[in-house]
């Protein structure tokens, strides 16, 4: 189970190096249509800024509608220039999903040129094609290697990452080794890194298991706003880890994960609603979270059949009030896959 947890949490890590819906909107504000002009007028003269914000804009659909092939014109155009960020963000292009089969030895190719443009946070995104096997053989040492230079660079989340691929592997050493760097990158604040220590604490992988010291790790990074850690101490409350069986808290902590956009905790949210546990029983709200998670199709057909056409089109219409006000997000960490009420399922949303 360790190696399947682990490799879980890599796969889902991954949205790290997408860029998130809420912060792209946040950089990149609505423009008038005469500040779009004035945008597309100093692209076409060769500045290397507004050629990179008019292809992130086409790649996201900010103030323009979304068109890939766009996004990838203006973003080609500032990475040919020798622009280390352009080169990031054209090599994130290329891992967008319309994109990823045909483009990714592409994106390798940019990051790899960003890395000798001295770009360190693209050694991350390096690692994380080689250990995902995006457009390449997946490569684990040569995703360690990567990871050990972007840890030693000081990139965000490569140190937590690092630790992870550590932790599955049989030698103890390195067990502790990753197990130590979760510690780490835990005290230094990053999120990933302290609900992957408060995980290791709870199975006890790298260390002894110490149920107080994971539900601390989770209330603190839950409390502080985490959805990762908000779906975990539901898990916990939902198990009765650590804490007396609470179904009612665990729904409240995955509704908060989920409206946090945690598509897992969705999944529970829905899950919870169809089962009736810690809230009244409610199977067209079962199913319209089900649906915001963009969850199992299996799951979602077969809870289909057993709705009117009155109630799917009331869980349409919730999944839609929702998704207005929401941007869904990847989970990132490795226990949803075997601790909630039923699998879940995730699935990655746009980009950062």
């Known amino acids: 189970m360790l190696s399947t947890d682990l490799?879980?949490?890599?796969?889902?890590?991954?949205?790290?190096?997408?860029?998130?819906?809420?912060?792209?909107?946040?950089?990149?504000?609505?423009?008038?249509?005469?500040?779009?002009?004035?945008?597309?007028?100093?692209?076409?003269?060769g500045r290397i800024p507004d050629q990179m914000n008019l292809g992130v804009r086409y790649q996201y659909g900010f103030s323009v509608p979304r068109d890939l092939a766009q996004a990838e014109f203006w973003l080609r155009r500032a990475a040919t220039s020798g622009n280390p960020p352009a080169q990031v963000q054209l090599g994130l292009l290329y891992l967008q999903p319309e994109m990823l089969p045909e483009?990714?030895?592409?994106?390798?190719?940019?990051?790899?040129?960003?890395?000798?443009?001295?770009?360190?946070?693209?050694?991350?995104?390096?690692?994380l094609i080689y250990l995902r096997g995006l457009g390449t053989p997946a490569n684990p040492a040569q995703a360690e290697h990567w990871l050990r230079k972007a840890d030693g660079h000081k990139v965000q989340r490569a140190k937590?990452?690092?630790?992870?691929?550590?932790?599955?592997?049989?030698?103890?050493?390195?067990?502790?080794?990753?197990?130590?760097?979760?510690?780490?990158?835990?005290?230094?604040?990053?999120?990933?890194?302290?609900?992957?220590?408060?995980?290791?604490?709870?199975?006890?992988?790298?260390?002894?298991?110490?149920?107080?010291?994971?539900l601390r790790l989770y209330e603190t990074a839950a409390n502080a706003g985490d959805p990762d850690a908000m779906h975990s101490l539901s898990m916990m409350y939902?198990?009765?880890?650590?804490?007396?069986?609470?179904?009612?808290?665990?729904?409240?902590?995955?509704?908060?994960?989920?409206?946090?956009?945690?598509?897992?905790?969705?999944?529970?949210?829905?899950?919870?609603?169809?089962?009736?546990?810690?809230?009244?029983?409610?199977?067209?709200?079962?199913?319209?979270?089900?649906?915001?998670?963009?969850?199992?199709?299996?799951?979602?057909?077969?809870?289909?059949?057993?709705?009117?056409?009155?109630?799917?089109?009331?869980?349409?219409a919730i999944s839609q009030k929702w998704n207005a006000s929401h941007a869904v997000r990847l989970s990132s960490l490795p226990v949803y896959a075997d601790r909630a009420p039923t699998q879940l399922v995730t699935q990655s949303a746009a980009g950062k």
């Not at 796969?11 to 597309?40: E, K, N, R, Y």
């Not at 030895?105 to 991350?124: I, K, N, P, T, Y």
């Not at 979760?182 to 149920?211: M, R, V």
């Open 103 to 127: 483009h990714g030895s592409d994106a390798l190719r940019w990051f790899m040129r960003a890395v000798a443009g001295g770009q360190h946070e693209a050694e991350f995104n390096v690692a």
């Open 7 to 45: 490799r879980s949490y890599l796969v889902c890590v991954l949205i790290v190096i997408l860029a998130a819906v809420g912060s792209a909107q946040t950089t990149f504000p609505a423009l008038s249509d005469a500040q779009l002009h004035h945008l597309l007028d100093h692209a076409n003269k």
């Open 238 to 316: 939902y198990e009765g880890k650590g804490v007396p069986q609470d179904f009612k808290r665990a729904f409240d902590w995955s509704q908060r994960g989920c409206d946090a956009g945690d598509s897992a905790a969705c999944w529970s949210v829905g899950t919870l609603y169809a089962k009736g546990e810690g809230v009244p029983r409610d199977v067209v709200r079962g199913y319209a979270y089900l649906g915001v998670a963009n969850g199992n199709a299996q799951a979602l057909a077969g809870m289909s059949s057993s709705l009117t056409a009155e109630q799917m089109e009331q869980a349409s």
């Open 160 to 214: 937590a990452v690092l630790g992870v691929l550590l932790l599955d592997s049989p030698d103890p050493a390195r067990q502790h080794e990753g197990f130590e760097l979760l510690k780490q990158a835990s005290a230094q604040g990053d999120p990933d890194g302290g609900n992957a220590l408060a995980y290791c604490y709870e199975f006890g992988i790298g260390t002894a298991p110490d149920l107080p010291a994971a």
